[in-house]
């Protein structure tokens, strides 16, 4: 009924979560979010059939993001560059710009949230973010019957509930260490409705490109876009409400 490989997939990244939350340093976590946009951006470049897009401009707009303190506004600057250069070279599409809208910018905002608000209220998006999909997945499992959505199938709208119920209740008991009450249920909540909308917005990209997985890295998750849709987009409430 459940997938092993998934599970132990994930408890094993919690498990690494927990253990880069616990060090805290810059270093550590730049070289973790450079490699994500890294293997992201690849993922994306198959996902979307590109051949052209240049993932060192990618990750010069991420140093440079991070060394200002601005990554999501350097991000946007980076884009508005590239539609400069496609519009200046008069092409033929703006198709171009598609990987820089996403994955990179949503990577850039998930990073903005800890260059702008540290460590924990990094930790508690992707705690409400797994909060979110472990709880749509096991009620789903469970007494899912009632589809959600023709772009992913396998999501039940009793799972979905449960997944934001899940979201909200957790979220709210950790964000009230540091923020009110009101704050920690209000970004708990909308934290779990972006990371349902990253989740079908992927999944809306795959079934477009034909393919079950954006990759294969992870055993039982499929790519790093697979793992991290849901949470780099629900990032953008972090950065909009902090």
Known sequence: MFNKTRIISGVIMVFAVLVVALIDQFVVNFIIFGALLYFAFEEAQKLFGLENANVWFALLCFILGSF????????VLFLLLVVGYLVYKKASNLKLTLIYIYPVLPILALWQVYLSHGMFALFWLIVIVVSCDSGAY????MIG???FSQTSPNKTMEGVIGGLICASIL?????VFVYDFGLALLCSFLVGVFAVIGDLLESYFKREAGVKDSGDLIPGHGGILDRIDAVMIAAFIMVALL
């Open 138 to 141: 096991f009620i789903g499992k």
């Open 68 to 75: 200002s303190g601005k990554a999501l506004l350097i991000g």
């Open 171 to 175: 979220g709210t008991i950790v964000g």
């Open 145 to 147: 019957k009632t589809p």
